[in-house]
């Protein structure tokens, strides 16, 4: 079936440094599945930061980055400098029917002052 | 103010009570979803509901049921809570999709459940 990969499951940054957090996808149906970052604030719920449908393209948003690559079936999250204010869990996930997503299990970014 | 709410947000049971978890969202959002996350796991789907008795299997339906009776609630039953049914369960909303797209889902807080 679908699946996601997040090989870290918790990151301390230094603030102002770079960041980038790893997932991969294994897609069954169809070759190219709508591709996903939520971010899961303290307390809060889950919450879309963003959303790539075609291959090849980037998604932007606060700051991170993340390019869908088809070749190598990875949709990593990047960001050039992260702040305190960016502590979160952030999960990877996949939709191939466009009703249910499937998620990665999440990595725990700590941003240390 | 786009919301999902879930109540409780914790709660503590012993082995073969019944389990009720409510869900609400104030957005008119057709397509409604239960999860589930155990630790080192991703998010899970136990139902999904397109619609008011409109409702569907996940991928681990087993061990609960739900019921949708209004578009702007949806409610997770455990009859007979196992200790395996400890978990952190979250609910979503989202518009039905259509095309080739995915709409953004709205998750509430999650409910801590612990079945002793």
């Known amino acids: 079936g679908d699946s996601v990969t997040q090989t870290e499951g918790q990151v301390t940054v230094s603030e102002s440094k770079s960041l980038i957090i790893n997932c991969t996808y294994s897609?069954?149906?169809?070759?190219?599945?709508?591709l996903f970052w939520y971010v899961r604030y303290p307390g809060e719920g889950l919450q879309l930061l963003l959303k790539v449908i075609t291959a090849g393209q980037k998604g932007s948003s606060r700051g991170f980055e993340a390019t869908y690559n088809k070749e190598t079936t990875s949709f990593h999250l990047q960001k050039a400098s992260v702040q305190e204010s960016d502590s979160a869990v952030y999960y990877c996930a996949l939709s191939e029917n466009y009703n249910v997503l499937y998620f990665g299990s999440g990595t725990k970014l700590t941003v240390e002052p | 103010d786009m919301k999902v709410t879930q109540m409780p947000r914790y709660l503590i049971k012993r082995m073969g009570e019944n389990v009720l978890l409510e869900c609400g969202q104030d957005?008119?959002?057709?397509?409604m979803y239960w999860y589930r996350q155990d630790p080192g796991l991703g998010l899970q789907l136990i139902y999904i509901?397109?619609?008011?008795?409109?409702?569907s299997e996940g991928d681990i339906p087993k061990g609960y049921r739900v019921s949708r009776k209004k578009r702007e609630h949806f409610s997770l039953i455990l009859d007979s809570a196992k200790t395996n049914q400890t978990s952190v369960y979250f609910c979503?909303?989202?518009?039905?999709?259509?095309?080739?797209?995915?709409?953004?889902?709205?998750f509430g807080p999650g409910t801590r459940l612990t079945v002793l």
């Open positions: 957005m008119s959002h057709e397509t």
């Open positions: 897609a069954t149906s169809i070759a190219y599945p709508n």
């Open positions: 979503a909303s989202s518009f039905p999709s259509l095309g080739g797209s995915s709409y953004e889902q709205y």
């Open positions: 509901s397109y619609d008011v008795d409109s409702n």
